[in-house]
């Protein structure tokens, strides 16, 4: 495991402005979210609004970039929204985890003054993980594995949700599932691709497919894996290029086996050893702007790449469970335990593109 300390991170910030690039360096401001609920889901419509959601069946939303966030009902039962979909200012989808009944979706429509529930799982053995939005009326979302079988669901209409039958998926391995972490494990590109990061397992795998949930292949990845290691969230930034990010939940402060990249649209991966991650991350994203630019997030803190994933540092600031950016606005929140968000500015390079110096 590779570190590096403060200095190394002026020099980097350094490097960067000596480019002539137009950047500011990122910087992390905390909000008051008013609440003391752990925080695992977080999307950002623009720099104004942004949803967020946790455990006590917490929802908020902010309407003023973050100066004040309002807590929304959606129900009295007190369940865990790990994960929410934010598709404009007042369109949100949040799901809840948990064995049976308690693995729901929800959605509003009207800035959370009302809200439908969508999916009500019924069978004892189902539990959500997380979900995504090819747009607003497509999504898909995934449960732990049951009896060999991945659990995928899928909506083409925002309204009703359809489980995938077992013979369209491949088999699962022993244990196998999607971590309930950030919302993030599932990448959605286009209106048909998707890759999904999976762990808990022998191998951490990734399930891809290219034509909307018809047909789908699995492939291995180098990251480490077991009860509570592998893959914790992916992206893409086109059909080719990605990253997997991970490691292992109760380990912080570890990077070991923890970020892998494709080239090949998910084919194949390539572990990074040299210039990795600084610890556990249980998010990955690509940034606005900057061709291979990479944000990743955990609890312990962050790091930024240029060259997509093959090389990081550090960024000074906070850690978080999970995090979301602002389409093409250069600005996102980071949102995690006892209530913790806090708005990250700065993440807006034009003129060149971001590079390390070593």
């Not at 790990?82 to 009944?101: K, M, Q, W």
């Not at 890759?195 to 034509?211: H, N, P, Q």
């Not at 923890?258 to 090949?264: I, L, M, R, W």
């Not at 061709?291 to 803190?301: D, H, K, T, Y």
């Amino acid at each position: 495991m590779r570190r590096r300390g403060n200095s190394a991170v002026r020099q980097w910030a350094a490097g960067v402005v000596a480019l002539g690039a137009a950047v500011t360096a990122p910087q992390w401001t905390p909000q008051t979210s008013g609440v003391m609920s752990s925080l695992r889901g977080v999307s950002a419509v623009n720099e104004r609004v942004a949803w967020a959601s946790g455990s006590r069946a917490t929802v908020l939303r902010t309407a003023d970039g973050g100066a004040t966030w309002a807590k929304l009902a959606v129900t009295t039962d007190n369940v865990d929204f790990r994960d929410i979909d934010a598709i404009d200012e007042r369109t949100a989808y949040v799901l809840s985890i948990g064995a049976g009944a308690t693995s729901r979706i929800y959605k509003t429509a009207d800035a959370g003054e009302h809200w439908d529930l969508q999916l009500a799982n019924q069978d004892p053995k189902a539990f959500l993980d997380a979900m995504s939005f090819w747009d607003a009326t497509h999504g898909i979302a995934v449960s732990d594995t049951i009896d060999g079988h991945f659990v995928i669901f899928m909506t083409d209409d925002g309204q009703t949700w359809k489980r995938l039958p077992d013979d369209r998926l491949p088999p699962a391995q022993p244990n196998e599932g999607f971590f309930a972490a950030s919302g993030t494990n599932i990448a959605v590109l286009g209106t048909d691709d998707v890759w999904i990061g999976t762990g808990a397992a022998e191998k951490a795998r990734v399930l891809r497919s290219f034509d909307h949930g018809l047909t789908w292949k699995v492939t291995e990845t180098p990251l480490l894996s077991g009860s509570k290691s592998g893959i914790y969230s992916i992206a893409f930034r086109d059909n080719r290029n990605g990253v997997v990010v991970g490691g292992t939940y109760d380990k912080e402060a570890e990077a070991l086996d923890n970020c892998a990249v494709t080239s090949d649209g998910g084919a194949t991966w390539t572990l990074i050893k040299e210039h990795g991650l600084s610890g556990f991350r249980s998010v990955v994203m690509y940034l606005p702007g900057k061709p291979g630019g990479l944000l990743a997030v955990g609890p312990s803190g962050s790091d930024v790449s240029a060259d997509d994933g093959r090389t990081w540092m550090p960024l000074l600031g906070p850690g978080f469970h999970t995090f979301s950016l602002a389409p093409n606005a250069g600005i996102g929140w980071g949102a995690g335990s006892q209530g913790r968000i806090a708005r990250l500015d700065g993440l807006t390079t034009s003129g060149t593109a971001l590079r390390f110096p070593y």
